[in-house]
């Protein structure tokens, strides 16, 4: 089973900064089988990235992934107040298919 | 577009099979990989298992030997059975749909959770 490890559990920053959220597999993914999620209070996860740097429809382009094999970051380049949440990076691939990382959350300092 | 929406009780007791529907609303069930995913409170997110549109499913092997999910593409719904509860199946259950394109998966949308407690 491939673990994935978010780190930090907590990052407390303030709008305008910069956030960068990782994601480290256990073994290496290939690079188009991580996606990211956000999640809000009382809310469903909503689809950031796919693929590992493909931006979903309506998703706005502070939000950006990258990363390869066992180590993946999503960057949020300017954090508007709405983008304090929770974050989960998903992979896709050997037994069990799909998995989700513990969360990040992002906090207002 | 297209939205999901789940539906079933909110309170089952120990040792009692869990029903969970989902309807897909503003498009086809035909294709995709149509999925449940839960939340036990203040949590992660847990795979639970997907359906295709065909009929063939994918279970999480933790839960494997508890869960069934099937579809019915007559009425746009996919369905979700879950065995032998305890307190630890207390969880939010969301259904979502899943992609398959160039070897990437995701799950978009979403339906808005339904909370199920377990307890007698």
């Known amino acids: 089973e491939i673990v994935l490890t978010q780190s930090p559990g907590t990052l407390s920053l303030s709008p305008g900064e910069r956030a960068t959220l990782s994601c480290r597999a256990s073994?290496?993914?290939?690079?188009?089988?991580l996606a990211w999620y956000q999640q809000k209070p009382g809310q469903a996860p909503r689809l950031l990235i796919y693929?590992?740097?493909s931006r979903a429809t309506g998703i706005p382009d502070r939000f950006s992934g990258s990363g390869s094999g066992t180590d993946f970051t999503l960057t949020i380049s300017r954090l508007e107040p709405e983008d304090f949440a929770v974050y989960y990076c998903?992979?896709?691939?050997?037994?069990?298919?799909?998995?989700f990382g513990q969360g990040t959350r992002l906090e207002i300092k | 577009q297209v939205q999901l929406q789940e539906s079933g009780p909110g309170l089952v007791k120990p040792s009692e099979t869990l029903s969970l529907s989902c309807t897909v609303s503003?498009?086809?069930?035909?294709?995709?990989?149509w999925s449940w995913i839960r939340q036990p409170p203040g949590r992660g997110l847990e795979w639970i298992g997907y359906?295709?549109?065909?009929?063939?499913?994918n279970y999480n092997p933790s839960l494997k030997s508890r869960v069934t999910i099937s579809v019915d593409t007559s009425k746009n719904q996919f369905s979700l059975k879950l065995s032998s509860l305890t307190a630890a199946d207390t969880a939010v259950y969301y259904c979502?749909?899943?992609?398959?394109?160039?070897?990437?998966?995701?799950?978009?949308?979403w339906g808005q959770g339904t909370l199920v407690t377990v307890s007698s």
């Open positions: 979502a749909r899943g992609s398959i394109w160039a070897g990437m998966f995701w799950f978009d949308p």
């Open positions: 503003g498009g086809s069930i035909n294709s995709y990989y």
């Open positions: 359906i295709y549109y065909s009929g063939s499913t």
């Open positions: 073994q290496s993914v290939s690079s188009t089988n």
């Open positions: 693929g590992a740097s």
């Open positions: 998903q992979q896709y691939g050997s037994s069990p298919p799909i998995t």
